[in-house]
């Protein structure tokens, strides 16, 4: 089965079909720039141009970049426009896209769901976390492998900051980090997340996880087992489709 999946995030909005079974791309993702201020109608369009580039007419799964409830409403929006807060995602995303079935999820959510399907998580027991570090933080918090909805870890105090502020990919970034430096930073970080949780397994997604190699050696001293995350760059839209197979299923 083939499902429409998108990941917004933030600085774009990418899609494919996705073959539930593989767990993989059906064909080459299209991307278009997030819009800024990433308006819930600038976004909206960027989606419906994902979606028609494919001439897609099936279900459609989304993810966000914010606390998601009920595959639908918004509460939360860091790194968007402010005026996403209580929106009802489905029903903005399926006017747009002509009445399609359309369900949101939380972007590391849905990047998690995929890593423990098809990635670094498969068949794993146990308190798994995985974290995106982009252009913020996300989490998504596995106990015997069933999801804990809209953690959101990267909103914790680091430094007398919120910590996706001092520690994500787009902190390395706007501060010229070096990866030491900022390697050090997230394994404060994980320190801190494990204090709290005593994870098994930290899987580390986002853009980073593709240059593990250049940062994973400078971080020490955490208990846990830490691993790149898998399905890379993809993990999203797979896992926003995954979400809505769930929703067609039930
Ligand atoms: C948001 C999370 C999101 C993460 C990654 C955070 O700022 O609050 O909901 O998962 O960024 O995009």
Redesign the pocket.
Known sequence: MQIFGVDI??SGIKGAPVDLEKGDLAQERFKVLTPHPATPDGVAEGVREVVEHFGWTGPVGLTF???VTGGATIR?A??VDKSWIDTDARVLFGGRLGGLPVTVV????AAGVAEMRFGAGKDRRGTVILL?F??????ALFVDGTLVP?T?L??LELDGHDA?KRASSKAKEDKDLTWDHWARRVQKYLAHVEMLFSPDLFVIGGGVSRKADKFLHFIEGIKAEIVPAELQNNAGIVGAAMHAAEGERA
């Open positions: 995030g933030g970049p914010g606390v939360t860091a790194n939380n972007d590391a959510d995106t982009g252009t913020g933080i996300g989490s809209n959101e990267g909103h996706e």
